[in-house]
Nanobody, 125 residues
């Protein structure tokens, strides 16, 4: 059973930074693709970043490119999302997701089989 546990959310002022963590357990993740999504109230779930466990290939939408960085620590089975230059519009619940296949990009939520419980990020203006 795959488990994903996010942490690191909180309240930050605009222009600030946060680092989210996603601790993964229950499988060997070497063939997985990991993603981060976010969902603001009244909006659809939005793709934020993805990374392939093998090779560490990353992919971002234009809305966060240059501000957010996804990375993984193989030894700790943990995926990170470093968020810099945060804006009020980045306010959302952030979810970690995993799919048991190597797929560069993978921006669609339906492609992912496993999800964490989410962590709230609030950016004040």
């Amino acid at each position: 059973q795959v488990q994903l546990v996010e942490s690191g959310g909180g309240l930050v002022q605009a222009g600030g930074s946060l680092r989210l963590s996603c601790a993964a357990s229950g499988r060997t993740f070497s063939s997985y693709t990991m993603g981060w999504f976010r969902q603001a109230p009244g909006k659809e779930r939005e793709f934020v970043a993805s990374i392939t466990w093998i090779g560490g290939r990353t992919y971002y939408p234009d809305s966060v490119k240059g501000r957010f960085t996804i990375s993984r620590d193989n030894a700790k089975n943990t995926v990170y999302l470093q968020m810099n230059s945060l804006k009020p519009e980045d306010t959302a619940v952030y979810y970690c997701a995993a799919q048991p296949r190597f797929r560069f990009g993978a921006p669609k939520a339906y492609e992912y089989d496993y999800w964490g419980q989410g962590t709230q990020v609030t950016v004040s203006s």
